[in-house]
């Protein structure tokens, strides 16, 4: 199983450094401009990316979070850096832990206050498929932005690059 998820969190962090790619493109009005989807912006998004994935990472780490990290960030004040060091983080996560650990329950509080008891492993695979939804429209999002160059982020397209 642990070489599953490494192999998981390391696709996360490439695609993840893909769409910045794709941010990098676009002007600031672009990055907060309405679209219509799950967040209905380009910047809302990947703050969503970002949010779970550090809450998650933070839980795994014993910690527990009460609010959405994103508070953090204005519009004026938003960096990659964060979001690209979290996925880099929550790989590193990984690739230390033994595997006995992903089988482990973690015990939680989410934002709502229920609590909940899930295996390690299971956690990372639900962030790790979060994240790939989330990308999803982030590339619906662009298109419509009117970005002509942008990478595919398929599983098969990483494992291709190794």
Known sequence: MKKNLEHYTAYNLWANNEMIKCVEQITVEQLHQTIESSFNSVFKTILHIWDAE????QRMQGSSINDWPSKMMDK????????????????????????????????YTNLKGEKFSTPFGTIVMHCMNHSTYHRGQLITMFRQLGLKEIPS??????????
Not at 54 to 57: A, S
Not at 77 to 97: H, K, P, Q, R
């Open 153 to 162: 982020t398929d599983l098969i397209t990483f494992d291709r690059t190794r």
């Open 54 to 57: 550090y809450i998650w990472l």
């Open 76 to 107: 004026e004040g938003f960096s990659t850096n964060a979001f690209l060091s979290t996925s880099a983080s929550f790989n590193d996560f990984v690739e230390n832990a033994d595997q006995s650990f992903f089988d482990q329950l973690c015990d």
